[in-house]
């Protein structure tokens, strides 16, 4: 079975200071990861997906196989970063559209 | 594009009465996939379909849950009978293909059992 554990259900940083949101997942295949966003009145939407190693919004995050993780982090957090952040995980392949969420960290950045 | 609608936004229901959600894909998208949220927790798997299809289920709930895509209109996801455990947001999402493509997800829908 697949799942993926957020640590953190709230976590408040100050404008400008580095932020981490934790994502540890287990797996026993070869996952995708993916990190989703949802902004106050908003959809859920994707924010970044480990195989594309793209920086969006300044977000990175690197899928650390070791570990079992993929945390989000940006070095300089800003107030329009607040929202609430989702990570995933699908299998790699076949199947490789059913998602399975964390439970969601709410990042609140204070100016 | 306006992105994935769904309808109603909020619903409420009492126990015992029947539940239909319904779920329009983004232009050009053929797949489309049902989520349910209960309160604090992440979102699930419920079941994918292209047109006139359901190609996996095994995320519903082995009763009194059900859903269709047709060839003409929206999704619908149906739940008869329902219960307060019911109480949750669901969502839909819908893709151009399936291999490697991205879920746009639709705003959810609400439901509330009293």
């Known amino acids: 079975a697949q799942r993926v554990t957020q640590p953190e259900k709230l976590l408040s940083v100050f404008k400008g200071a580095p932020v981490e949101l934790k994502c540890n997942y287990s797996?026993?295949?070869?996952?995708?990861l993916f990190w989703y966003v949802q902004y106050s009145r908003q959809r859920l939407q994707l924010l970044l997906r480990?195989?594309s190693r793209e920086s969006i919004k300044g977000f990175t995050a690197d899928l650390n196989k070791g570990e079992t993780s993929f945390h989000l982090k940006k070095p300089f957090a800003q107030e329009e970063d607040s929202a609430m952040y989702y990570c995933?995980?699908?299998?790699?392949?076949?199947?490789?559209?059913?998602?399975?969420f964390g439970k969601g960290t709410l990042l609140t950045v204070n100016p | 594009n306006a992105g994935v609608m769904q309808n109603p936004r909020h619903l409420v229901r009492r126990r015992g009465q029947e539940a239909r959600l319904r779920c329009s894909p983004m232009?050009?998208?053929?797949?489309v996939y049902w989520y349910r949220q209960l309160p604090e927790e992440g979102l699930k798997f419920m079941v994918y379909?292209?047109?006139?299809?359901?190609?996996?289920e095994s995320g519903m709930p082995k009763e009194r849950f059900s859903a269709e895509f047709p060839k003409e209109g929206p999704s619908i996801l149906r739940i008869q009978q329902v219960v307060r455990g019911d109480s949750a947001a669901y969502f839909c999402?819908?893709?151009?293909?399936?291999?490697?493509?991205?879920?746009?997800f639709g705003p959810g829908t609400r439901l509330l059992v009293l």
């Open positions: 999402a819908s893709s151009p293909g399936q291999i490697e493509e991205t879920q746009y």
């Open positions: 797996y026993s295949g070869s996952p995708e």
């Open positions: 480990h195989i």
């Open positions: 995933a995980l699908s299998r790699s392949g076949g199947s490789n559209y059913k998602l399975t």
């Open positions: 232009k050009g998208h053929s797949h």
């Open positions: 379909l292209q047109k006139e299809n359901i190609i996996d």
